[in-house]
């Protein structure tokens, strides 16, 4: 099956209509599909992260820590560094050669409601069957 933008997007709004408290602001899906230029999107939250090989979303994650004593406040990011390399071009990274993947989505939580990142990376993962997560979540 081939997970499309749209159907991640679906599937997170049906998550926070059981599950996100009445009245607060939900978080959203950045839209501009990250490629390596600029700073991650929500770089400094903790959220969820989709990993896209060629408009294919193909991994699911999720980046629920503050980042290390030595880069305090970096959430997604932190996390997502793992599957880049820098580029001889400033200012730019590139994945990782091996797994295919292109660009990436994000979603970043307010910290007082990031626990609740891990719920939809189990929830997203169990409806959706990316390629790279492994089965039975």
């Not at 490629?35 to 408009?55: K, M, W």
């Not at 880049?84 to 994945?95: D, H, I």
Request: aromatic share 14%; net charge positive; hydrophobic share 35%.
């Amino acid at each position: 099956m081939s997970i499309t933008l749209g159907e991640l997007t679906n599937q997170t709004d049906e998550f926070f209509t059981r599950h996100w408290p009445a009245g607060g602001e939900k978080p959203a899906w950045c839209l501009n599909i990250w490629t390596g230029t600029g700073p991650v999107p929500s770089h400094d939250r903790q959220g969820c992260y989709a990993l896209v090989e060629r408009d294919v979303i193909t991994y699911i994650g999720v980046a629920v820590g503050r980042g290390s004593a030595k880069h305090r406040n970096f959430g997604l990011s932190y996390r997502i560094v793992s599957y880049l390399q820098k580029t001889v071009e400033e200012g730019r990274f590139e994945f990782k050669p091996g797994r295919g993947f292109t660009g990436l989505y994000t979603i970043g939580f307010p910290e007082e409601y990031a626990y609740l990142a891990l719920a939809l990376e189990h929830y997203l993962i169990a409806r959706l069957l990316p390629k790279h997560n492994k089965r039975g979540v």
